[in-house]
């Protein structure tokens, strides 16, 4: 059975349908076409010709390096962790044939091209040093570098992807030998062997390998920048109450491996930007500045915090007191609203970015990664210990995940990718789905229109500001959409969901286009556990049913269709909102009958 698992595995249900339903792939924002290789100029980064660049990009975080809550797993997580824990569930082959396919199939040409088409102009590559080299401890020889040519044939794939898409690729060392910070996951540090500022060897190692990158890539313009080592965080003045750096005060461990890895590059590359990045998780620049080369960049890391100038104000002062130029090498993870936000703080300041990650098991990036009941069951034991699933249910649910990787397989976030690249310049609203009337014609309410908080929708809590000390979430169901407003899985029919949670001044709204103008009754499908709910009906800002009562239909899944009637409709687009007057209901959906 294991055997044959592989060649009999086909698409499911669900997945063909949501795939005959996505619509064609997105817009594309343009400038002017770069040309050449990259450079530092004063505070820009800029091309050939001097034209300033605004790097607009993507990390493919979860490809070479998953780190386990991109795959549901929360506990024990790191990568080898998993993998070794695999091999005790299914067996060492099984568990290689997964990986194989995940790297297979994860990021390939088609996902490049759709990130061109939606208008990214850069992706980031989180390198694992594992598929380019092998560990110091399983060198043959002490001291030698074994180079692996997995991970140099993928990075040569991706570049070939990217060029052909005039597209710059990042890359970025993001799990280095031995491990870079105490945050486990993100370098898949191995916390009883040396880590990286424990051991010469992996610091040797390190080098050694930016030096054969940088060599191997010295003449190709498509390569952007190397992004030497991510996100580091350890303590070194005071490791027991400082162990992520944030407090670091001279960084000097850091600094100097990274000035030994510049001089390493500079041996054979003098043209490409090398991008350093602080301490504590690449914000601390306390003792590594000023910069000891002349085509350097900046990066920071920026998550859940507000998007007002003080978020940057460090950055950004930064930037013209050394006169460097800064980029945004990891962002995201977050609402829609949150994701706009950030974005149009980012451009104003002219300061590149680039998000993360492209594609995971979760809604708020541009691509989710469909799970399976069996794969559930594997994540579900690793997290909790309880019900360990059967060896060929472990094998059939993991190599299914992996066959989902590939992008035709995927769902696509429209909403997301709206939000990345014209909510941020457009407060216009555009339909999620064509919503032509006809007489008994239904629209979800969760297909409300595309657009920012306050012109699509309205909704009290939009995004996740916790490290502002602001707690929030936006959609708290974290299913189909990913803006504020709060959307729930209707678990009594297929693929069937309904916004919840609705609170007083909330609203949604709907651009429909009607044939036939006139006199129309709408049908909503609402459930509330209050006596006193209530909802207007708004067509392009204007009133047309003013505090219909929401009768209290015993709960908030418990279901009636009410009739709001005399809804005047124009021949043409309409928008139709949706306004809760007193809250505490759901929503279903909306059906359009004419003359009722």
Same mark, same amino acid.
Request: glycine share 8%; with cysteine.
């Given at each position: 059975?294991l *055997?044959?698992?592989?060649k009999?595995?086909k698409l499911s249900?669900?997945?063909?349908?949501l795939?005959?339903?996505?619509?064609?792939?997105?817009?594309?924002?343009?400038?002017?076409?770069? /040309?050449?290789f990259?450079?530092a100029?004063?505070?820009?980064?800029v091309?050939?010709?001097?034209?300033?660049v605004?790097?607009?990009?993507?990390?493919l975080?979860?490809?070479m390096l998953?780190?386990?809550?991109?795959?549901?797993?929360?506990?024990?997580?790191?990568?080898?962790? @998993?993998?070794e824990r695999?091999?005790?569930?299914?067996?060492?082959?099984?568990t290689?044939e !997964?990986?194989?396919?995940? $790297?297979?199939?994860?990021t390939?040409?088609i996902d490049?091209d759709?990130?061109k088409r939606?208008?990214f102009?850069?992706?980031?590559?989180?390198?694992?040093?594992?598929?380019? /080299?092998l560990?110091?401890?399983?060198?043959?020889?002490?001291g030698? %570098?074994?180079w692996i040519?997995?991970?140099?044939?993928?990075?040569?794939?991706?570049?070939?992807?990217?060029k052909?898409?005039?597209?710059?690729?990042?890359? +970025? $060392?993001?799990a280095?030998?031995?491990?870079q910070g105490?945050?486990l996951?993100?370098?898949?540090?191995?916390? +009883?062997k040396?880590?990286?500022?424990?051991s010469?060897?992996?610091k040797a190692?390190?080098?050694? &390998?930016w030096?054969?990158?940088a060599?191997?890539?010295?003449n190709?313009?498509?390569?952007?920048a190397y992004?030497i080592?991510?996100e580091?965080?350890?303590?070194?003045?005071?490791p027991?109450?400082?162990?992520?750096?944030?407090?670091?005060?001279t960084?000097?461990?850091?600094?100097?491996?990274?000035v030994d890895? /510049?001089?390493?590059?500079?041996?054979?590359?003098?043209?490409h930007?090398i991008?350093?990045?602080g301490?504590g998780?690449?914000?601390?620049?306390?003792? @590594? $500045?000023?910069?000891?080369?002349?085509?350097?960049?900046?990066?920071?890391?920026?998550?859940?915090?507000?998007? +007002?100038?003080?978020?940057?104000?460090?950055?950004?002062?930064?930037?013209?007191?050394?006169? @460097?130029?800064?980029?945004?090498?990891?962002?995201?993870? %977050?609402?829609? *609203?949150w994701?706009?936000?950030a974005?149009?703080?980012?451009?104003?300041?002219n300061?590149?970015?680039?998000?993360w990650?492209?594609?995971? &098991?979760?809604?708020?990036?541009?691509?989710?990664?469909?799970?399976n009941?069996?794969?559930?069951?594997?994540?579900?034991?690793?997290?909790t210990?309880r019900h360990?699933?059967?060896?060929?249910?472990?094998?059939s649910?993991?190599?299914?995940?992996? *066959?989902?990787?590939k992008?035709e397989?995927n @769902?696509?976030h429209h909403?997301?990718?709206?939000?990345?690249?014209r909510?941020p310049?457009?407060a216009?609203?555009?339909?999620f789905?064509?919503n032509k009337i006809?007489?008994?014609?239904?629209?979800n309410?969760?297909d409300?229109?595309?657009?920012?908080?306050?012109?699509?929708y309205f909704? /009290?809590?939009?995004?996740?500001?916790h490290t502002s000390g602001k707690?929030?979430?936006?959609n708290?169901?974290?299913?189909?959409? %990913?803006?504020?407003?709060?959307i729930?899985?209707?678990s009594?029919q297929y693929?069937s969901?309904?916004?919840?949670h609705i609170?007083?001044?909330?609203?949604?709204?709907?651009?429909?286009?009607v044939?036939?103008p006139g006199?129309?009754s709408?049908? &909503?499908?609402?459930?509330?556990?209050?006596?006193?709910?209530?909802?207007?009906?708004?067509?392009?800002?204007?009133?047309?049913?003013?505090e219909?009562?929401?009768?209290?239909?015993g709960?908030?899944?418990?279901?009636?269709v009410?009739?709001v009637?005399n809804i005047?409709?124009?021949a043409?687009?309409?928008?139709i909102?949706?306004?809760?007057d007193?809250?505490?209901?759901?929503?279903h959906? &909306?059906q !359009?009958?004419?003359?009722k």
């Amino acid at each position: 059975m294991l *055997t044959t698992f592989r060649k009999n595995i086909k698409l499911s249900a669900a997945v063909k349908v949501l795939l005959a339903a996505a619509p064609t792939l997105f817009f594309s924002l343009t400038g002017n076409a770069q /040309t050449g290789f990259l450079k530092a100029e004063g505070k820009k980064i800029v091309d050939e010709k001097g034209q300033n660049v605004l790097l607009r990009g993507m990390g493919l975080g979860g490809w070479m390096l998953q780190e386990g809550y991109m795959l549901h797993i929360n506990k024990d997580s790191r990568q080898y962790r @998993i993998r070794e824990r695999l091999e005790e569930l299914m067996g060492p082959a099984e568990t290689k044939e !997964f990986y194989d396919t995940w $790297l297979a199939n994860n990021t390939r040409k088609i996902d490049v091209d759709s990130m061109k088409r939606w208008g990214f102009n850069s992706v980031r590559l989180p390198m694992h040093y594992n598929l380019y /080299t092998l560990p110091v401890d399983k060198e043959p020889v002490a001291g030698k %570098n074994t180079w692996i040519e997995k991970g140099f044939k993928m990075t040569d794939d991706l570049l070939a992807w990217c060029k052909a898409n005039h597209m710059y690729l990042i890359l +970025d $060392l993001h799990a280095t030998p031995g491990g870079q910070g105490n945050d486990l996951n993100i370098s898949d540090r191995d916390p +009883d062997k040396p880590s990286l500022w424990d051991s010469e060897a992996n610091k040797a190692k390190t080098i050694a &390998l930016w030096r054969k990158l940088a060599e191997r890539y010295k003449n190709e313009p498509y390569i952007g920048a190397y992004d030497i080592i991510n996100e580091p965080n350890w303590g070194f003045d005071d490791p027991r109450n400082d162990k992520n750096g944030l407090k670091e005060k001279t960084n000097a461990p850091l600094r100097k491996l990274m000035v030994d890895i /510049t001089a390493a590059i500079r041996e054979v590359d003098k043209k490409h930007i090398i991008i350093i990045e602080g301490n504590g998780w690449g914000n601390n620049y306390n003792g @590594i $500045l000023p910069q000891w080369d002349k085509n350097m960049v900046l990066s920071f890391h920026k998550y859940w915090n507000f998007n +007002d100038q003080k978020s940057i104000e460090h950055i950004v002062k930064t930037r013209d007191q050394y006169n @460097i130029p800064v980029w945004l090498g990891e962002t995201g993870e %977050n609402s829609n *609203t949150w994701i706009t936000e950030a974005i149009g703080l980012l451009e104003r300041n002219n300061i590149g970015w680039s998000l993360w990650p492209l594609k995971k &098991l979760g809604n708020n990036n541009p691509l989710e990664i469909v799970s399976n009941l069996n794969y559930d069951d594997v994540a579900g034991y690793m997290n909790t210990g309880r019900h360990k699933p059967k060896e060929s249910n472990v094998y059939s649910g993991t190599l299914e995940l992996a *066959t989902y990787a590939k992008l035709e397989s995927n @769902i696509i976030h429209h909403d997301v990718i709206d939000a990345i690249f014209r909510q941020p310049h457009s407060a216009d609203t555009k339909p999620f789905k064509a919503n032509k009337i006809g007489n008994g014609t239904i629209i979800n309410a969760v297909d409300y229109d595309l657009g920012r908080n306050g012109s699509a929708y309205f909704d /009290t809590d939009t995004a996740d500001y916790h490290t502002s000390g602001k707690p929030g979430v936006g959609n708290r169901g974290h299913v189909y959409r %990913n803006d504020g407003v709060d959307i729930a899985k209707d678990s009594t029919q297929y693929n069937s969901y309904y916004v919840d949670h609705i609170e007083t001044g909330e609203w949604t709204q709907y651009t429909v286009f009607v044939k036939t103008p006139g006199v129309y009754s709408i049908s &909503l499908k609402v459930a509330s556990p209050n006596d006193d709910a209530k909802l207007s009906v708004l067509v392009d800002n204007t009133t047309q049913a003013k505090e219909v009562a929401v009768p209290n239909t015993g709960g908030l899944k418990k279901w009636q269709v009410i009739a709001v009637k005399n809804i005047v409709l124009k021949a043409g687009a309409n928008k139709i909102k949706v306004q809760a007057d007193n809250g505490r209901y759901n929503l279903h959906y &909306l059906q !359009f009958w004419k003359g009722k």
